[in-house]
C-alpha cells in the first residue's frame, strides 16, 4: 500500500521529468508499475471487506464498481484497450480505500520522502519562469489519442507552467494536498516561513482553485493554532469537514440561477466558470438522458465522461465534466449518492485531524476539477474517506469512534503547537 502510494505520487509529481528520462532509456513500461499494483489492491480491498470486514458499504461499492464496468462496456461500445484504460482511471482509489485505520504519514521514512516530493514540486514550478524544460511540449500517445505534456491556458493565452509535471493542475494539486498531509508535523516556524514559496509556486501554476484552497488551509491552521487544546482544534476541524458538504450543492445551485448567463461581461477571469455553468456541468447530463435515459439512475458506466471515453468510439460526445463528484455520480449512478451519503455519516467518527481538514480541502478543490487523470488526484479521494470501510461488521453492529492516528503514534503535531516532534518520531502505530 505505501509503495504503490509513492510510487504514484512520485510518477504524477514528476510526469514530465519521468516519461521524459524512462523514453530516453527506452523503458516506458515502467509507467505503468503503479497501475499493475492498484489492480492488486483492487483484489485485497474487495476480499477485506466482503469476506473480513462484511462492510455492507465496502461490499456496495465493489459491486456497484464492477456493475458500473459491465455499463460501460454497453455504453461506450469500449474495446478491450479502452476497457483496461476504463479500470486504470478507477483503481488508484481503491488503493487509498485502503488505508482505513492507517496513515501514510505514519513511517518517519515516508514523511521525509514527501517532502523532498513537496520540495522538488515547489522547485519545479518556480524555476519553471526561467527554465524551459526538455519535456515542454512533449506528446504522450496512449490508446491512439495523443495528449501533450504542457499546454496554453485558454483564457487570455496565458502560459501554464507546470514544474517538473509537466502539468500546471497536477503540479499545484501536488503542492497543496503533500503539505496539507505534512504540515501538521512540521514546527509552525517552518510553516510559516514555507507558505510564500507555496504561494509563488501555485500562483506560477495560474491555478486559481489550488491558490483557493491554499488560501483557506493556511486559514484553518491559523484559527487551528488559536484555539490551543486538541479536542477543541479536532470539532473546529470536524465541523468544518461537514459544512464543507454544502459545497456538492453549489454547481446545481449555479447552473439554476446563472444558466445563459454571459459572466465573462463582467470580468474574463468568470470565462471559465461561465463555461462550466452554461457547458461542461450540462452536456453531459443532457447526452446521457437523449441516449442512454436510465443512465441517469444507474450511470452511464466507469470512464464515461473523464479521459477514458476518448479512447472509444464515443469520443465524439466526450465533454470534460469539471467536477469530481458529478463525473463519478455520471459513472456509477445512485450507488455513488449512497456512498457520499455514507461519507457525511463517517465524518462523525473521524479522529485523524489530517483527514479532517483534508476533507474540506477536497470538497472545496473538486467543485470545478475532475480529478480523473492524474491518478494521484483519485488516489487522495480514496485515502482521505477510507474510513469509512474501517469496520468489521462480522464482530460488532455499530460503529465505535476510530483511534486518533496521532495519539497512537506518540506525535505532538503542530494542530496543538506541538512543534516538529512529528518529524522525530519513529515509532509504529499500536496494534
Known sequence: MVIAFLLFATRDGLTG??????????????????DLMAFALVVVFAYQQIFVKRNPIGIMFVFAFIFSLGVSVYFMKSDVLAFVSTIKSFTPMFIG??????????????????????????????????????????????FGVEKQASKLWWQGGEVRYGGFAGDSTMAAYMVVFIYAL????????VNVALWPFMGWAIQTSTSKTALGIFVIYVMMFIFARLLKYPERIKTFLRRTALWSFLALLLPPVLMLALSGVSLEDLSPTLMSMADRINNTWQQPFETVAELFPVGLVLGCGIGCFAYPMQYTPMADYHVPLDNFY???????????????????YSVRYIKDPVRLSLITLFNLYSITVQCYGPSFATLMYGYIFSEMFGMAWRLERRIQPMPTIASSLGVAT???????????AGRQPAR
Open 182 to 189: 505534512l504540515s501538521p508535523y512540521m514546527s509552525l516556524a
Open 17 to 34: 521529468a519521468v516519461r521524459y528520462f524512462l523514453s530516453l532509456v527506452h523503458l516506458d513500461m515502467l509507467w505503468f508499475v503503479p
Open 414 to 424: 503542530s494542530w496543538s503547537g506541538g512543534g516538529d516532534v512529528g518529524l522525530k
Open 97 to 142: 480505500f485502503c488505508f482505513y485505520n492507517r496513515s501514510i504519514t505514519e513511517r518517519r521514512w515516508v514523511r521525509w520522502f514527501l517532502i523532498a516530493l513537496l520540495a522538488a514540486s515547489i522547485v519545479g514550478l518556480i524555476l519553471n519562469r526561467f527554465v524551459e524544460y526538455p519535456w515542454a511540449g512533449q506528446t504522450i500517445t496512449a
Open 326 to 344: 458529478m463525473t463519478t455520480f455520471i459513472m456509477m449512478g445512485f450507488p455513488f449518492l449512497v456512498t457520499v451519503l455514507y461519507q457525511i
